[in-house]
């Protein structure tokens, strides 16, 4: 039996990738801040010894920049070699009509630098919808990343799929308890909770992992009788009391269907208040492997 509760194959096409464009904003600024240099003026009896400091300047900015070009090119051209998708990002929200935004995000379309060299690329998404404040959902934010680094399997192994379920399933439970703990040292103790979905693409296998109401989808264009369509997928699982397994599971540990008529959902980090009442923070892991005929997918994940 497998460890992961996996996802049908695609019939046709699959993800569209695109490649990561981080130095975007360091290239305007380097381009902005040589302009704004340009405006200032410069006193007559040092104009020639400030040319040529600022030619120098100029020659040093524009290696800096072909240097970091070349960087991203290599990179591209190793995710290609690999056969690889290459991989954006983006981000949108909304505070809503809350006092303030509780949601959290980090977006790391490659983290590969920190993990086990034999891995082509690693990426990682992640959305967090916080309740009671926004604490617990910014400090996963910060944290649960850098968790999955340190437990992140090393070497190269045949059980890698099991591997990483443990990698996962230790990394939630880890950034669980730093922020119970670190909850319970305030005065008052903070209060905080918050769901999670996480999508970890290791090379070509899409692994995700969520708990709580935050949703992933996999929006697949695909092809029939010369027709394209959007074939939607359900990538996550939602946890909240009126599903029957949880609600069986949270009445066994003396709650109520809706975790003391307080939270809506079954399973989260923090909430320490409800640890005891059936509120856990094992994720629901799932697994989808890329083939060599995808082509176009987008993946959403929402909270």
């Not at 699959?14 to 040589?34: P, R, T």
């Not at 192994?157 to 399933?169: G, P, S």
């Not at 980090?269 to 640890?275: A, C, M, N, P």
């Not at 094992?282 to 989808?288: A, I």
Request: with cysteine; aromatic share 6%; charged share 30%.
């Amino acid at each position: 039996m497998d460890l992961f509760d996996d996802l049908p194959e695609p019939t046709q096409t699959s993800v569209m990738s695109y490649d990561s464009n981080s130095s975007s904003d360091l290239l305007c600024l380097i381009l902005l801040q040589f302009q704004s240099q340009l405006e200032h003026s410069i006193p007559q009896e040092e104009e020639e010894e400030q040319e040529e400091e600022e030619v120098e300047k100029r020659l040093k900015r524009k290696r800096c920049v072909a240097d970091e070009n070349e960087a991203i090119r290599e990179e591209v051209k190793k995710v290609f070699k690999e056969g690889l998708p290459v991989l954006r990002g983006y981000v949108a929200s909304r505070r809503g009509e809350r006092d303030e935004m509780q949601d959290a995000h980090l977006l790391l379309p490659d983290m590969s630098s920190c993990l086990p060299g034999h891995l082509s690329r690693v990426s990682y998404f992640a959305v967090f919808d916080g309740h009671g404040g926004a604490r617990a959902s910014r400090f996963a934010a910060e944290n649960l990343h850098h968790n999955l680094a340190k437990n992140f399997p090393s070497g190269e192994t045949e059980n890698v799929d099991r591997l990483i379920k443990k990698c996962l399933l230790d990394t939630f439970r880890q950034t669980d308890e730093d922020f119970l703990k670190k909850a319970s040292s305030q005065k008052p103790a903070w209060k905080d909770g918050s769901t999670a979905t996480c999508v970890l693409l290791v090379d070509d296998t899409v692994y995700v992992a969520n708990l709580g109401d935050s949703r992933a989808v996999l929006c697949r264009m695909e092809s029939a009788e010369d027709q394209r369509k959007c074939v939607t997928l359900s990538l996550s699982k939602e946890h909240n009391p009126t599903i029957y397994e949880e609600r069986m599971r949270i009445q066994r540990a003396g709650g109520t269907v809706r975790v003391l008529g307080v939270l809506e959902v079954s399973r989260s980090l923090g909430d320490g208040q409800y640890k005891r009442c059936g509120v856990i923070s094992s994720p629901e892991l799932r697994r989808l492997q890329l083939t060599a005929n995808d082509r176009q997918e987008h993946t959403v994940a929402r909270s």
